[in-house]
């Protein structure tokens, strides 16, 4: 084959009503290379990946296969010209098995008859090679998103494309399955698979990139190689501006007073046992491995699982808290891990999904809202938290991911709790954005908020808490003070079955 | 010779009896050379909706029309305002409360009924238990046939004793399981009165799928019937004479119209025939197919 | 939900529900076009307050249905609900010889107590819309014919309660134009449920319910509270229906109310209310509802035969659907 | 769907399936249960084959219907498509004195078109199922009408057509146990449709759409292929119970089948499977069929009064359900 690159889009135009999602855009990629592609929320890195799959069709532009133009009308074209894309919003039929997603329309057959055993088998086969404990006949619908999105990735393995667009493929994993994600594509770039890969963690570009393209605006801003060039710059490029990471400030809280305590909470096998307190002014981050119960724990605190045992304290004074109700009475604000299913409501627009868990504030006699309020209100979160939206009445199913995560929590900032949980807070957040949300955090607690916050990123929990849970299979295994080193959490975080240990918490 | 154009807006429409009307209607229209239109609702408990057609038909600005009142009291606004507008209005089936019908072509609903439990009385030997498959709880029909035959027997007949009334809402199906039920339910059973044709086609069904014996009254013709008639299946049927109250209806309307006076009731009579009589030639001329 | 992604064309709720309006009211328009060309009687000022007079009733349930509907539910019930509140009418002004606005207040408030019980059946016992309204219109028709001894209840020891629907309020002013009051109160009845959808926070949670519960209920509101207000709500309104088609028929017939329920869900969704929930508008529905009643109305001026009719109108509800969606693909 | 990942109760498809099965049993043995104290008539062999009988022609409906609905959509025209098919084999057979087994295909073929029909209206001009079937209900309603010149068309001169349903292969073979051949039929069905959905990739794609339509279509999948063959094959079986009613009754009754969609769809909501689409089994539906139809039968047999059977039907279609969710919580 020629050297020609195995991918160009040239002058991609794409708008949207009420929106110019791509303009110009540009990418390239070679065979064998993995090919960073960056910028803020909203730059239009999906858009443009949609173009190459198939399920958007470009307004102008060329788009070149090994220097062959193509036209890519649907999904099927793009895999039938070997284009594989692991989407960022997950793409899953929740009532089917995890190896029946994989291999939806490519079933193994046997006469007219599809072949199940076959069919887990492959499913099997394909975990292995992944190194993925998963059994193929489990139900997607049961499993966490981290899974789901393991899922995902084994899925577009299985069509063995030669060129493979990982859309934030990452957001929902954590150390240990990103370690494994990195292993498998450096595999199939030595198989000359050439890799787009969309992050928004910075460190990841460069453990695994080649090259680098910068998007802002939905224009193209400039590619650069990934091992000579300063995260810093690439940031400037994304964000058009340097941005100042200012360090940890860990504020003395222990003669602040007690806002929630929780004691002794179990809930079958994913939570055993769990106690522990969190002062107002605290931020108290939880570590973890996928499935160490950390989103589970919160669910039961906010009152969305029952649980088994256990008591809840806010300020002092034992709340009996059956459903989110009871929770957001007493003071305390979920901000799930899963804002497709249980963050947003897709179908309204952005002010009101602001405005949903504080409707109340807005309704007047009569049940009567005033939305002028909420109007005012919503433009306000839309400004501080940067949320690139055409007007605050767009649907917010049709914000980029990113977006749609800033809305969840303009959200929960509106509701004004006194404790906030935070699960994967900055999941699909881009570096811009995530340091202002650390920054109001920060303030929050500066507030005397009492903050907890779940990360499966562990430079971000480092980087907010000022004292660090680390779970691991249900069992709080540990606090570290803030600013403990990576190994000692991972260390707790694999601590199966072993005492709880203690270091004193600063 | 002016081309009147007359709607008939009846109680029902898909069913033979109601298409046996309209066929009379149709053959008067033929043979008067006027035009008549004939529509009417799916069930005969949606009086709102005949109220619909009656209002549509109003706005056509008919020369008459003949109406067969769900309810024989909803519709007197309409009519009211048919009167205003001088058009004749001829009640069929079943009357109005109201004397702005110039006449009715009807049949006597409860008498035809009572004629049938007389017969049934006689076939099973003036005791016994026997049952009743209406078609409809609250349409005037189906009150007037269902009590019809009820009160005859409990007047006339003290040793029968009617165990069950159900309504099979006219549909064959149905009609069939409710009479297999209660073939089961009462194993002594002799004898079930279906009140219309789908009913009675059903009861017919239910005994012939239970093989049982009892003695089977239906009512109205209809190809089926009239077969399961001859074949004794069914002991015999009350007919009206559906046809003719269609025919007559046009043909008072004319009369109407020409200015000719008219009798305050059309009876269009009622016959019990059976595998016996149902070929003499005047009982053959008011079943239909 | 799903399609979202892929179909660029959908957009804000406001934009959509511009839509909707102006095309089903093209459609709508088309309509009546068509059936004045075709005969002469259709535009007549008495035609028109026929149709509207037909549309009455199964507007009003519609208009029902819709709140339901959004919220992501489906009420089976409102046929059987209305003639149940008829009958309850019936009970205290014809069996009880009660004054006329007891009637009144005492059906609405049947309507409301019936619509609670399916809320609370649907939101604490989690049993599915379908299910709990498709046993409350079994129940209700059965209580209807029980409660009235299976026959007709008349009104006429009440003079006043056919003015309900048939009197005119405007024709009494403006002679020339003698709207019947059940139209008066359709039009009541949508501007409320209007209001109460967009303006109200039981309107948003209606549509909050609709396109997200599990996330509404994340937010801590009290869903279950709202869903089965809405319900309350949506059985109030059958209860005019009935007190509508009472008043026209003089009577409570407890047999009639079966099978209205479909064209009700009819007007509905060919008003562009979504059956998954999430959006819809009042005002589509009312279009919705007068599509259906124009076309029975015209198809009878032609003085079409019946069996055409049916296909006919099946048609033509597929063909105003698929328009509307043409359009808004053409975005 | 969406609490689902709040009720950790739900699990593998495998297990939820049994449960519904155990559950929905449970609910039928309770109401044979219940009806066999009370009378000893319902517990005769005559009259469990008379509920079996009553039970076959709902049946298959409502298993046409579960197809449909695990897809996610719903199909309103089972009930005239049966019909339609019904008339459709009369013609044949009476009009045009073709062989039995012409008519027999005959009918099922016209089932299979007029399904394709309504697939490709909903997956090629994306109209809503719900509003495609309620047009192709009315479309196909009104055809019977015209075809049949509006009455019955009668199969006396096709002596076998009425062994279709009434008669009995498996009485001939063992006389003690006469099970009409219409029950056979709606098992044969019901295997039938079971395999297909468990074991096909027909079956696979249908639970795939109702599950995520739009992620299949991201997998490359031609959805509208798959989604017109769904209805084509829900056509198809509503074609075999045109043919059972038609035996049964021994003519094709044009007027009858509007108002059977509602009967069919409860059986597949009682039998467990979501109106979301993504979940069902036809065994569940069965089950579904044949609580409904022990219900009227017993009410029958013990013969309660006509309006309290309905009351008394709605009452346990909700309390059923409510049962089954309770034990499926309590996991
Ligand atoms: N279907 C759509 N309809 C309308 N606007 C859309 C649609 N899809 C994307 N957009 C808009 O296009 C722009 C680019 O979106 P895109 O998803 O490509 O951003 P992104 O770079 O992927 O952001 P993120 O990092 O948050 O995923 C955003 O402003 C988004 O709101
Ligand atoms: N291997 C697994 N397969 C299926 N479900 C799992 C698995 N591991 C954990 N879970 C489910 O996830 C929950 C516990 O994991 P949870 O998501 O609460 O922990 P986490 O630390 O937040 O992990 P994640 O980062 O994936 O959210 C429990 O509901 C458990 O059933
Ligand atoms: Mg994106
Ligand atoms: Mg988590």
């Given at each position: 084959?020629?050297?020609?690159?195995?991918?160009?889009?040239?002058?991609?135009?794409?708008?949207?009503?009420?929106?110019?999602?791509?303009?110009?855009?540009?990418?390239?990629?070679?065979?064998?290379?993995?090919?960073?592609?960056?910028?803020?929320?909203?730059?239009?890195?999906?858009?443009?990946?949609?173009?190459?799959?198939?399920?958007?069709?470009?307004?102008?532009?060329?788009?070149?296969?090994?220097?062959?133009?193509?036209?890519?009308?649907?999904?099927?074209?793009?895999?039938?010209?070997?284009?594989?894309?692991?989407?960022?919003?997950?793409?899953?039929?929740?009532?089917?098995?995890?190896?029946?997603?994989?291999?939806?329309?490519?079933?193994?057959?046997?006469?007219?008859?599809?072949?199940?055993?076959?069919?887990?088998?492959?499913?099997?086969?394909?975990?292995?090679?992944?190194?993925?404990?998963?059994?193929?006949?489990?139900?997607?619908?049961?499993?966490?998103?981290?899974?789901?999105?393991?899922?995902?990735?084994?899925?577009?393995?299985?069509?063995?494309?030669?060129?493979?667009?990982?859309?934030?493929?990452?957001?929902?994993?954590?150390?240990?399955?990103?370690?494994?994600?990195?292993?498998?594509?450096?595999?199939?770039?030595?198989?000359?698979?050439?890799?787009?890969?969309?992050?928004?963690?910075?460190?990841?570009?460069?453990?695994?990139?080649?090259?680098?393209?910068?998007?802002?605006?939905?224009?193209?801003?400039?590619?650069?190689?990934?091992?000579?060039?300063?995260?810093?710059?690439?940031?400037?490029?994304?964000?058009?501006?340097?941005?100042?990471?200012?360090?940890?400030?860990?504020?003395?809280?222990?003669?602040?007073?007690?806002?929630?305590?929780?004691?002794?909470?179990?809930?079958?096998?994913?939570?055993?046992?769990?106690?522990?307190?969190?002062?107002?002014?605290?931020?108290?981050?939880?570590?973890?491995?996928?499935?160490?119960?950390?989103?589970?724990?919160?669910?039961?605190?906010?009152?969305?699982?029952?649980?088994?045992?256990?008591?809840?304290?806010?300020?002092?004074?034992?709340?009996?808290?059956?459903?989110?109700?009871?929770?957001?009475?007493?003071?305390?604000?979920?901000?799930?891990?899963?804002?497709?299913?249980?963050?947003?409501?897709?179908?309204?627009?952005?002010?009101?999904?602001?405005?949903?868990?504080?409707?109340?504030?807005?309704?007047?006699?009569?049940?009567?809202?005033?939305?002028?309020?909420?109007?005012?209100?919503?433009?306000?979160?839309?400004?501080?938290?940067?949320?690139?939206?055409?007007?605050?009445?767009?649907?917010?199913?049709?914000?980029?991911?990113?977006?749609?995560?800033?809305?969840?929590?303009?959200?929960?900032?509106?509701?004004?709790?006194?404790?906030?949980?935070?699960?994967?807070?900055?999941?699909?957040?881009?570096?811009?954005?995530?340091?202002?949300?650390?920054?109001?955090?920060?303030?929050?607690?500066?507030?005397?908020?009492?903050?907890?916050?779940?990360?499966?990123?562990?430079?971000?929990?480092?980087?907010?808490?000022?004292?660090?849970?680390?779970?691991?299979?249900?069992?709080?295994?540990?606090?570290?003070?803030?600013?403990?080193?990576?190994?000692?959490?991972?260390?707790?975080?694999t601590m199966r079955e072993a005492a709880m240990e203690v270091r004193h918490a600063g | 010779q002016d081309n009147y154009d007359i709607a008939l807006i009846s109680k029902g429409f898909q069913h033979q009896f109601w298409q046996a009307v309209k066929a009379g209607a149709d053959k008067a229209g033929a043979d008067l050379g006027v035009n008549v239109?004939?529509?009417?609702?799916?069930?005969?408990?949606?009086?709102?909706?005949?109220?619909?057609?009656?209002?549509?038909?109003?706005?056509?600005?008919?020369?008459?029309?003949?109406?067969?009142?769900?309810?024989?009291?909803?519709?007197?606004?309409?009519?009211?305002?048919?009167?205003?507008?001088?058009?004749?209005?001829?009640?069929?089936?079943?009357?109005?409360?109201?004397?702005?019908?110039?006449?009715?072509?009807?049949?006597?609903?409860?008498?035809?009924?009572?004629?049938?439990?007389?017969?049934?009385?006689?076939?099973?030997?003036?005791?016994?238990?026997?049952?009743?498959?209406?078609?409809?709880?609250?349409?005037?029909?189906?009150?007037?046939?269902?009590?019809?035959?009820?009160?005859?027997?409990?007047?006339?007949?003290?040793?029968?004793?009617?165990?069950?009334?159900?309504?099979?809402?006219?549909?064959?199906?149905?009609?069939?399981?409710?009479?297999?039920?209660?073939?089961?339910?009462?194993?002594?059973?002799?004898?079930?009165?279906?009140?219309?044709?789908?009913?009675?086609?059903?009861?017919?069904?239910?005994?012939?799928?239970?093989?049982?014996?009892?003695?089977?009254?239906?009512?109205?013709?209809?190809?089926?019937?009239?077969?399961?008639?001859?074949?004794?299946?069914?002991?015999?049927?009350?007919?009206?004479?559906?046809?003719?109250?269609?025919?007559?209806?046009?043909?008072?309307?004319?009369?109407?119209?020409?200015?000719?006076?008219?009798?305050?009731?059309?009876?269009?009579?009622?016959?019990?025939?059976?595998?016996?009589?149902?070929?003499?030639?005047?009982?053959?001329?008011?079943?239909?197919? | 939900?799903?399609?979202?992604?892929?179909?660029?064309?959908?957009?804000?709720?406001?934009?959509?529900?511009?839509?909707?309006?102006?095309?089903?009211?093209?459609?709508?328009?088309?309509?009546?076009?068509?059936?004045?060309?075709?005969?002469?009687?259709?535009?007549?000022?008495?035609?028109?307050?026929?149709?509207?007079?037909?549309?009455?009733?199964?507007?009003?349930?519609?208009?029902?249905?819709?709140?339901?509907?959004?919220?992501?539910?489906?009420?089976?019930?409102?046929?059987?609900?209305?003639?149940?509140?008829?009958?309850?009418?019936?009970?205290?002004?014809?069996?009880?010889?009660?004054?006329?606005?007891?009637?009144?207040?005492?059906?609405?408030?049947?309507?409301?107590?019936?619509?609670?019980?399916?809320?609370?059946?649907?939101?604490?016992?989690?049993?599915?819309?379908?299910?709990?309204?498709?046993?409350?219109?079994?129940?209700?028709?059965?209580?209807?014919?029980?409660?009235?001894?299976?026959?007709?209840?008349?009104?006429?020891?009440?003079?006043?309660?056919?003015?309900?629907?048939?009197?005119?309020?405007?024709?009494?002013?403006?002679?020339?134009?003698?709207?019947?009051?059940?139209?008066?109160?359709?039009?009541?009845?949508?501007?409320?449920?209007?209001?109460?959808?967009?303006?109200?926070?039981?309107?948003?949670?209606?549509?909050?319910?609709?396109?997200?519960?599990?996330?509404?209920?994340?937010?801590?509101?009290?869903?279950?509270?709202?869903?089965?207000?809405?319900?309350?709500?949506?059985?109030?309104?059958?209860?005019?229906?009935?007190?509508?088609?009472?008043?026209?028929?003089?009577?409570?017939?407890?047999?009639?109310?079966?099978?209205?329920?479909?064209?009700?869900?009819?007007?509905?969704?060919?008003?562009?209310?979504?059956?998954?929930?999430?959006?819809?508008?009042?005002?589509?529905?009312?279009?919705?509802?007068?599509?259906?009643?124009?076309?029975?109305?015209?198809?009878?001026?032609?003085?079409?035969?019946?069996?055409?009719?049916?296909?006919?109108?099946?048609?033509?509800?597929?063909?105003?659907?698929?328009?509307?969606?043409?359009?808004?693909?053409?975005?």
């Open positions: 084959m020629t050297d020609a690159p195995l991918v160009e889009m040239i002058d991609i135009d794409k708008a949207f009503p009420g929106v110019r999602a791509l303009s110009q855009a540009r990418f390239e990629l070679r065979a064998g290379e993995v090919h960073a592609l960056m910028g803020e929320n909203g730059a239009g890195k999906s858009t443009l990946m949609k173009i190459l799959s198939g399920v958007y069709t470009r307004d102008a532009g060329i788009v070149r296969l090994s220097g062959q133009p193509v036209e890519i009308g649907s999904p099927r074209e793009a895999q039938d010209l070997g284009i594989g894309i692991i989407h960022q919003e997950l793409a899953l039929m929740r009532d089917l098995t995890a190896a029946q997603n994989i291999f939806i329309g490519r079933e193994p057959r046997r006469l007219f008859m599809l072949d199940e055993v076959a069919l887990n088998r492959d499913a099997q086969a394909i975990f292995d090679s992944m190194n993925l404990k998963l059994d193929p006949q489990v139900r997607v619908e049961t499993l966490t998103i981290a899974r789901q999105q393991m899922v995902e990735i084994a899925k577009a393995l299985s069509y063995r494309s030669r060129v493979l667009v990982m859309d934030e493929p990452t957001a929902a994993l954590n150390d240990a399955e990103i370690a494994e994600l990195f292993a498998i594509i450096n595999r199939l770039k030595a198989e000359g698979v050439g890799i787009v890969y969309i992050s928004h963690k910075m460190d990841e570009i460069k453990r695994i990139s080649d090259r680098v393209t910068v998007m802002r605006d939905g224009e193209y801003v400039g590619t650069v190689p990934a091992a000579d060039t300063p995260i810093e710059t690439i940031i400037s490029m994304m964000v058009g501006r340097t941005l100042t990471n200012e360090a940890l400030i860990i504020p003395n809280t222990s003669a602040a007073p007690v806002a929630l305590e929780v004691r002794n909470l179990n809930r079958g096998r994913d939570i055993r046992d769990v106690s522990f307190s969190l002062r107002k002014g605290e931020i108290l981050g939880f570590a973890g491995l996928m499935g160490a119960g950390r989103t589970e724990v919160a669910r039961v605190i906010f009152g969305a699982d029952p649980r088994e045992s256990g008591e809840i304290w806010v300020n002092g004074r034992r709340v009996g808290i059956s459903s989110p109700r009871d929770a957001v009475r007493a003071g305390i604000g979920y901000l799930s891990e899963d804002r497709k299913h249980f963050g947003l409501a897709t179908g309204l627009d952005v002010r009101n999904n602001i405005a949903l868990a504080s409707l109340e504030r807005f309704t007047g006699p009569g049940g009567l809202l005033d939305d002028g309020a909420m109007r005012v209100t919503a433009l306000d979160y839309i400004r501080k938290l940067a949320i690139k939206t055409p007007s605050d009445t767009q649907e917010a199913r049709l914000l980029s991911g990113g977006n749609q995560q800033k809305v969840v929590v303009a959200k929960w900032l509106l509701r004004d709790c006194d404790i906030l949980i935070f699960d994967e807070p900055t999941r699909g957040i881009d570096v811009g954005a995530k340091a202002e949300i650390y920054k109001l955090l920060t303030a929050l607690a500066g507030e005397g908020k009492a903050i907890i916050v779940i990360s499966s990123e562990l430079p971000e929990v480092l980087r907010l808490s000022h004292r660090i849970a680390v779970m691991c299979e249900g069992r709080l295994t540990g606090f570290l003070p803030g600013g403990a080193s990576q190994e000692e959490i991972m260390h707790l975080a | 239109t004939f529509e009417g609702p799916e069930s005969e408990s949606q009086v709102d909706r005949q109220m619909d057609m009656l209002a549509a038909a109003l706005s056509r600005n008919p020369d008459a029309i003949g109406f067969a009142a769900l309810d024989s009291q909803a519709a007197i606004p309409l009519l009211q305002q048919a009167k205003e507008r001088n058009i004749p209005v001829i009640a069929f089936d079943s009357g109005v409360d109201s004397d702005i019908p110039l006449t009715t072509a009807t049949t006597d609903n409860v008498a035809a009924a009572a004629l049938a439990a007389d017969v049934m009385a006689e076939l099973i030997g003036g005791e016994g238990k026997i049952a009743v498959v209406a078609h409809d709880q609250t349409s005037r029909t189906g009150i007037d046939r269902r009590d019809g035959f009820v009160n005859r027997i409990k007047e006339a007949y003290p040793n029968i004793e009617i165990v069950s009334v159900q309504y099979g809402g006219g549909d064959q199906l149905q009609s069939t399981e409710i009479t297999k039920s209660i073939l089961l339910a009462n194993p002594d059973l002799k004898g079930i009165f279906g009140t219309n044709e789908g009913s009675a086609i059903g009861v017919a069904n239910g005994k012939q799928e239970l093989g049982s014996n009892v003695v089977v009254i239906g009512f109205d013709s209809g190809a089926a019937q009239k077969d399961m008639v001859r074949s004794g299946l069914m002991a015999g049927a009350i007919t009206q004479n559906p046809v003719g109250i269609g025919y007559q209806t046009v043909q008072a309307a004319v009369a109407a119209l020409k200015g000719e006076a008219l009798p305050p009731v059309i009876d269009t009579g009622f016959y019990f025939y059976d595998a016996k009589n149902m070929d003499s030639p005047e009982i053959a001329a008011v079943l239909y197919d | 939900m799903t399609d979202t992604a892929a179909s660029p064309a959908k957009s804000g709720p406001r934009i959509t529900g511009a839509f909707h309006r102006l095309l089903a009211f093209s459609g709508l328009l088309a309509l009546v076009v068509v059936f004045s060309l075709a005969s002469p009687n259709f535009m007549q000022t008495q035609n028109i307050l026929a149709i509207l007079q037909a549309t009455s009733v199964n507007g009003v349930l519609a208009i029902a249905a819709t709140l339901v509907i959004i919220t992501g539910g489906i009420d089976l019930s409102v046929g059987t609900l209305m003639t149940f509140c008829a009958v309850i009418a019936g009970v205290l002004l014809t069996f009880w010889g009660l004054p006329l606005p007891v009637g009144v207040v005492g059906a609405i408030l049947a309507g409301t107590a019936s619509g609670l019980v399916s809320g609370v059946v649907i939101a604490k016992l989690k049993v599915p819309p379908f299910i709990a309204t498709l046993g409350m219109m079994l129940i209700l028709k059965g209580l209807s014919l029980v409660i009235s001894g299976t026959r007709p209840i008349y009104f006429n020891d009440t003079p006043g309660f056919t003015q309900i629907s048939q009197g005119s309020l405007v024709g009494a002013l403006v002679p020339v134009l003698p709207i019947p009051n059940g139209v008066l109160i359709l039009f009541g009845v949508a501007l409320l449920a209007a209001f109460v959808l967009g303006k109200t926070a039981l309107g948003r949670y209606t549509f909050a319910l609709g396109s997200n519960e599990e996330a509404v209920r994340l937010s801590g509101v009290n869903v279950d509270r709202w869903k089965i207000a809405v319900y309350a709500v949506a059985g109030s309104i059958c209860g005019v229906a009935g007190l509508l088609i009472a008043s026209r028929l003089n009577s409570a017939q407890p047999a009639l109310g079966q099978g209205y329920e479909l064209d009700a869900i009819a007007a509905v969704v060919i008003g562009g209310t979504s059956l998954s929930g999430g959006r819809g508008t009042v005002l589509g529905t009312l279009i919705g509802a007068l599509i259906i009643s124009v076309l029975a109305n015209g198809l009878r001026i032609l003085s079409v035969a019946q069996e055409w009719q049916t296909v006919v109108t099946g048609t033509i509800i597929i063909l105003a659907v698929y328009a509307d969606i043409l359009r808004r693909r053409n975005l």
